[in-house]
């Protein structure tokens, strides 16, 4: 295990951030921190890189107790949201930051920001200045720089959070290939959970300072400890007082499903290939149905149109609503 | 710290214990010696005047520098400064040279209090329109687009939306344009004669305290100007606390 | 691992910002009024005055600036005044940046307070700063300065204290500019580079200083223009000793009450040049701020 939290809290003032937080990240893999904003994910990044300090609890980094280290001590890579570049110096300048720090030798520094730069697709802009960069240009120079000084582990706050749709869905792909390529322990902060679905090994789901849930992204998707992971993984529909995702609803036009909710269709509306049906039960519950546009038209389907709904068979997560 | 508290916190409580010490007597012989007392009206009376034309002619000035374009402008803008950077000393001896006794226009104001007023407007100058410029460049112009859109009028997008939203850095201008009014000395001294009861101001009062030994009377007159100063300085910042919470 | 859409070649700009629009038409009368009503009143104000004091000392051409200069008394004091604003703006600078990060980057009880008293020197009355270290280091009877005059350092009369008076009116000067350009940073940076490994020292000098390299520079051009300038409180400081502690704007004071106008003028104008060469430096420097 690379990095070892144990029974982290940490206040600030009267609001707990981090209630008794103990996490084991593994070595070598990518591994998500996901949960809405002010869960507190972001605060453990901080507090794992030392640039924040916990109340409560210990931090061992690959076997080296880290709790009480200074930030520079921890020999990690740290990525902001808003990049953090250093305004003043050349692109190759930042990179070559912590090396020189570290007093290595000219030409190692030259030939590893080269490389570097290489990896993260810069060189040709190694001698511009930050400003005259892209957002998606300036995080891989920040990535580059936080890989220069091999850390034993690569911290990403939020990494993606400033820049625009398209751009991220591109960086989230050239991350995954990244860290398939370096293998560095990496640990991402996000609040999307499509980007944690589709990049990491792990994910690591923190809500109001506590954990609620550690595992892949399959056995979140499929086996949600509770209702609120289930809930922020993906949209939740109830149908017959069972919780399931609304492309797990079949619907049909006549009463051939056994078990079915007989209702009335009180919208249709088409989202590119998708489409998404709102069914008003006889029981009162307001089912959201999602399909493929084909299949809508072949049972056509339309405002007033009564149907019957009910779960797929066999399909997973299913919970039971909760009594109140 | 230790350095701030050496050279400003130590010295200013100095006055303020200096003029206690005296006990009260001497803090009310001081204030309501007649000459003082004239000194502390004509200085406060003056510097509010000053204020109420900085916050007008301030206002106009930081509006023509940044919303007017004319060749010389970034000339003009050097010149706001001008006030600030020269010497008062200097500054007293400019006027005099336009003002005094050989005036090219034949205007003789030296030792009235017409003097006072200008070498105190000269030296107020430029805080008032420093203030209200950095506001009025970030300020949107979409917003005025959109009450003309809806129908205002010039004067009323300027009387509805446009001073409403200056109005916090005027005032903010005017308390520092009033704290440095009030303390005015260096213009003051070959321009107004330092006439007793017509053109003697506090500075001047105090100095002349001080020169006769009595130090525990310019300290109380010197307690007067701080608490003036600190008052304005608490309302500023009382104004910017506004400003930030509604914005 | 090569992605085509990586690849971007042209740099956008990230905060592409709103195309500068002409200002609005107003009423043509209403600009030109305003227009006229801002020159002349800068002009009778400050224009005219100013340039007077420049046309009197060179009313005889440059004999005014050359019997200045031969008159020792005058050089002994622009030289003092000089030494005294080296020195103040050192010190400034240092306390200045000192205090300017203590104000953004750190939380302490009291600080509120101290980032309102900052501006205490700008509103107080330069005869209330005089006598305010007069009645803490006065060798007579101020607080501190017996004993300080036991140690063989006298203040008040003589240089130090001269230095004080002007250090402490133009204290501001460098908070003020640096304040709003550490705030406008952020420790982003700073905390990237102790990421990256650099301790306190390797930080400030990498990361901060070259960040606020400008508003120094700014801060410490207006704090020499006005410590050249500084009079009232130098005044009470140095006390009437003579030639000794005269500085420069004390010297036009004593030159003009003495009817030796030319000289208070040349020298005035000496004083006034400085410090307009100050604006313009300052005005010449500014657009040169990387842009953010």
Redesign the interface.
Known sequence: MSIEVRNVTKRFGDFVALEDVTVSLPTGQLTALLGPSGGGKSTLLRII???DTADEGTIDIEGTEATNL?????????V?Q????????TVAKNVA??LE??KRPKDEIEHRVDELLRLV?LQ??AH?LP????????Q?M?LA??L??EPKVLLLDEPFGALDAKVRR?LR??LR?LHD?VHVTTVFVTHDQEEALEVSDEIVVINEGRVEQIGSPDDLYDHPANDFVMGFLGEVTTVNGQKVRPHDVDISTTPILAGAAQGTISRVLRVGFQVRVNVLTDGGEDVTVELTKSHANALGLGEGTTVWVTPTPGSIPRMVEKAG | MLWFSLLVLIPLAAVVVKSAEGGWGTFADAVTNRQTFAALRLTVLTSVGVTALNMVMGTIIAWVLVRDRFPGKAILDLVIDIPFALPTIVAGLVLLALYGPTSPIGVHAANTRLAVFLAIAFVTLPFIVRTVQPVLEEMERDVEEAAASLGASRFTTFRRIILPTLAPAIFAGAALSFARGISEYGSLVLLSGNLPYRTEVTSVRMLTYLEGGDTASAAAVATILLVVALLAIVTLDVIQRRVARRG | MASAVLEETRPRDPHPRATPRPPREGHPAVTWGLRLLVVAYLFFLVVWPTSLVAKNTFANGFDGIQGALDDPDVVHALTLSGQVAVAAVLINLVFGVGMALLLVRFDFPGKRVLNALIDVPLSVSPVVVGLALVLVYSGRYGWFGPWLEGQGLQVVFAKPGIIMATAFVALPLVIREVVPVLEDMGDDQEQAARSLGANAWQTFWRITVPGIKWAVVYGVVLCLARSLGEFGAVKVVAGNVGGESTTAPMLVQQKYQNFQQETAYSVSFMLAFAAVLCLIVVALLRPKEPKK
């Open positions: 890189a030392g640039l200074p930030a520079r001590k921890r020999n990690v890579g740290f902001f808003h990049y953090a570049v250093f305004k003043h110096m930051f912590g720090i570290r697709h040709q802009f511009r400003s005259q960069l892209s957002g998606g240009q300036r891989r920040a720089r936080a220069a000084v591109e792909e050239w290939r390529e």
